[in-house]
């Protein structure tokens, strides 16, 4: 029995494994080096900023075993969390979501998942996203996802309407998908 607990434990795949294998079509201008160049500064206590081909600032703000966080530049941000799934994909009991953030005030999120291989899956299947302009945050500490309605383009008329537009909905892994409680 503790051989199969270790085999399995041995089995789930780290963050710093994954990002290493980051597809450069995916952030074009923050190459393989770069990624590299983040785990080896984190890894030395140092701040983990490297200049990026565009000639700007990246850095990677919080790596743990399973979550990363990248600030691209000053308005663009990745954060990336692998989680366990209760059906393999691509032999693998894990996949990755990916959350890019753009902008600086009104901030505006996207959402992808993908096999730890970096085969791209279908995001439909994971969650279902309300229909406006929202603002996307992975946790770091579990696997949780909070969406934030942005409606920063307009002015609420009222103060009932400002209470809707702060709605923030926070969305649970539950091994097959993003459930909202």
């Known amino acids: 029995m503790l051989l199969l607990l270790t085999c399995a434990a041995e089995a789930q795949v780290k963050m710093r494994d994954v990002i290493k294998q980051m597809p450069d079509t995916l952030v074009p201008y923050l190459k393989q080096n770069a990624i590299l160049d983040f785990i080896d500064f984190k890894d030395s206590g140092m701040k983990a900023e490297v200049t990026n081909d565009l000639g700007g600032k990246s850095q990677m703000t919080e790596l743990t075993d399973d979550f990363v966080s990248i600030a691209l530049n000053p308005v663009s941000q990745i954060q990336l969390r692998l989680l366990d799934v209760q059906e393999a994909v691509d032999d693998a009991h894990q996949i990755l979501c990916m959350v890019r953030t753009y902008g600086d ?73 993003f459930k909202n409680d």
Request: hydrophobic share 40%.
């Open 105 to 177: 005030v009104i901030r505006e999120s996207t959402i992808g998942f993908y096999s730890v291989n970096w085969r791209p899956l279908p995001s439909e299947k994971y969650i279902s996203l309300p229909p406006y302009m929202h603002h996307l945050v992975l946790s770091s500490q579990v696997p949780e996802l909070t969406v934030a309605r942005e409606n920063g383009l307009d002015v609420p008329a009222n103060e009932e309407q400002k209470r809707l537009d702060d709605l923030l909905i926070m969305f649970k892994w539950n091994g097959y998908l």
